[in-house]
């Protein structure tokens, strides 16, 4: 069973930085894609970035050039590191993992072996 775990989320000031982890446990796929996207209420759920085992990355338009999205080592935890922060960055973060490199991939993608975290909130506000 895979579980992820989300942490850094808080408050920041417009302009401001924040970095968010994810711990990943149990059984993790030999091949995989991890990312993070958000969900704001009345809005559909946002690919932020997504990173593979051997490295590749992807990024939404939206955060490329702000956004770092980073694993360890062991590629059990993932980072994202988010630069210039905006109103519009407000929302639940998640972590996600699915099976297979990630291509071109932003996830959610809502495969049946998809799993997400729980979230960690992040608000933006002077």
């Known amino acids: 069973q895979v579980q992820l775990v989300e942490s850094g989320g808080g408050s920041v000031q417009p302009g401001g930085s924040l970095r968010l982890s994810c711990v990943v446990s149990?059984?993790?796929?030999?091949?995989?894609?991890t990312g993070w996207f958000r969900q704001v209420p009345g809005k559909a759920r946002e690919g932020l970035a997504s990173?593979?085992?051997?490295?590749?990355?992807v990024y939404a338009d939206s955060v490329k050039g702000r956004f770092t999205i980073s694993q360890d080592n062991s590629g059990k935890t993932l980072y994202l590191q988010m630069n210039r922060l905006n109103a519009e960055d407000a929302g639940m973060y998640y972590c996600?993992?699915?099976?297979?490199?990630?291509?071109?991939?932003?996830?959610?993608?809502?495969?049946?072996?998809?799993?997400w975290g729980q979230g960690t909130l992040v608000t933006v506000s002077s």
């Open positions: 996600a993992t699915d099976v297979g490199f990630c291509e071109s991939r932003l996830l959610p993608h809502y495969s049946n072996r998809e799993r």
């Open positions: 149990g059984y993790t796929y030999p091949n995989y894609c």
């Open positions: 990173i593979d085992n051997i490295g590749q990355t």
